[in-house]
C-alpha cells in the first residue's frame, strides 16, 4: 500500500552497466528505425526528381539546392544506417556501452543532416511551387517548427526533469 514514514522513493533502474546497454541499445534502435524509414522514403524520392521531364527547365539555383539536397539526404542516411553497421562489427567483442555511445552519436548526427535535408527539400519545392517572396519566412517557420519539437522541448524536458 504505502510506504512507510522516512522511506524515500528510489529511483532509477537496479541494473548491471551491461543491463543498461542492452536496454539503451534496445530503445536507440527503435529510435533510429523511425528516423530509418522517414529519411530513406525522402531519399528515394529525391534521385527520383533528376529523372522527371521538369527537372530540365528548372534554373541553376534550384539545380544546386536539389544537388546539395541529395548529398544531405544521402549523408543522413548513411548516418542513420551507422548504427547498424556497428552493431554488427563489434556484436560479440564486450564493447556494448562503447557501441551505444557511438551509435547514439550517430543517430543524432543522423538527425540534424535529417533536418538540414527536409529543410533544402522544402526549400526547393516552395521555389518550385510558388517563385513568391514568402518562401524563405516559410522555410524558416518550419525549420523553427523542427527545432523546437526535435531540440528544444527535449533539451527543456531534460534539463528539466533530470535528477541531480
Same mark, same amino acid.
Given at each position: 500500500?504505502?510506504? +512507510?514514514?522516512?522511506?524515500?522513493?528510489?529511483?532509477?533502474?537496479?541494473?548491471?552497466?551491461?543491463?543498461? =546497454?542492452?536496454?539503451?541499445?534496445?530503445? #536507440?534502435?527503435?529510435?533510429?528505425?523511425? +528516423? @530509418?524509414?522517414?529519411? @530513406?522514403?525522402?531519399?528515394?524520392?529525391?534521385?527520383?526528381?533528376?529523372?522527371? *521531364?521538369?527537372? /530540365? !527547365?528548372?534554373?541553376?539555383?534550384?539545380? /544546386?539546392?536539389?544537388?546539395?539536397? &541529395?548529398?544531405?539526404? /544521402?549523408? =543522413?542516411?548513411?548516418?542513420?544506417?551507422? *548504427? &547498424? !553497421?556497428?552493431?554488427?562489427?563489434?556484436?560479440?567483442?564486450?564493447?556494448?556501452?562503447?557501441? &551505444?555511445?557511438? =551509435?547514439?552519436?550517430?543517430?543524432?548526427?543522423? #538527425?540534424?543532416?535529417?533536418? /538540414?535535408?527536409?529543410?533544402?527539400?522544402?526549400? #526547393?519545392?516552395?521555389?518550385? $511551387?510558388?517563385?513568391?517572396?514568402?518562401? *524563405?519566412?516559410?522555410?524558416? $517557420?518550419?525549420? $523553427?517548427?523542427?527545432?523546437?519539437?526535435?531540440?528544444?522541448? *527535449?533539451?527543456?524536458?531534460?534539463?528539466?526533469?533530470? !535528477?541531480?
Amino acid at each position: 500500500m504505502g510506504t +512507510a514514514v522516512g522511506d524515500e522513493r528510489r529511483r532509477g533502474r537496479d541494473e548491471t552497466e551491461e543491463e543498461r =546497454a542492452d536496454r539503451k541499445w534496445g530503445e #536507440l534502435i527503435q529510435e533510429v528505425r523511425v +528516423a @530509418q524509414t522517414g529519411v @530513406q522514403i525522402l531519399f528515394g524520392f529525391l534521385l527520383t526528381v533528376v529523372f522527371t *521531364p521538369r527537372y /530540365a !527547365s528548372l534554373g541553376e539555383t534550384e539545380h /544546386a539546392i536539389y544537388l546539395v539536397t &541529395v548529398v544531405l539526404g /544521402a549523408c =543522413a542516411t548513411g548516418a542513420l544506417i551507422g *548504427p &547498424v !553497421s556497428l552493431h554488427r562489427l563489434v556484436s560479440g567483442r564486450r564493447v556494448k556501452p562503447e557501441a &551505444v555511445t557511438w =551509435a547514439s552519436r550517430m543517430t543524432f548526427t543522423g #538527425l540534424v543532416l535529417l533536418l /538540414a535535408t527536409m529543410t533544402s527539400a522544402l526549400l #526547393l519545392i516552395l521555389r518550385v $511551387a510558388t517563385h513568391d517572396a514568402y518562401v *524563405p519566412y516559410l522555410v524558416t $517557420a518550419v525549420v $523553427a517548427w523542427y527545432l523546437l519539437f526535435w531540440f528544444g522541448i *527535449p533539451m527543456w524536458t531534460r534539463h528539466r526533469y533530470t !535528477s541531480r
